[in-house]
């Protein structure tokens, strides 16, 4: 499965997921995570959907050996990231250790998809 597709269907399932938790969120009334949810909305589909155009747009940067490790990474880190944030707003000190670990996991991996980005061949990741 190339990256791009990797990170399309991923994108679509937390997609699903996330909204679920907001209808459930929604009908119960108990809103304590709804920044968790929103991590997992802007993270786990925003921006791994945009991350998915981007390497489908730039096939060279696609075949990058490090390209499917970048997209796992950010999944793995985005998942821990909204753990943490839910059990933080749930009460659970041990979130914030999850919370932390995910936000470092995230913008270390946003490094290195920034890596990608700038290392690509001349006119790849330029705009059409």
Known sequence: MTPSCLCFRAGVLILISGMAWG???GISGEHSALA?????NLLGFVALFLIGIFYRLNPTVEMNPL???QVWIWI????TLTLGVALL??????????????SIIVLLD?????WLVFHAPPGEA???
Do not use: E, K, N, V
Request: glycine share 14%; hydrophobic share 50%; aromatic share 6%.
């Open 23 to 25: 209808l459930q969120m």
């Open 36 to 40: 968790a949810h929103a991590h997992l």
């Open 67 to 69: 390209a499917r490790p």
């Open 76 to 79: 793995a880190g985005t998942l």
């Open 89 to 102: 707003h749930l009460g659970h000190p041990i979130g914030d250790s999850f919370a932390g670990i995910g």
């Open 110 to 114: 946003a490094i290195l998809f920034a």
């Open 126 to 128: 330029s705009a059409p």
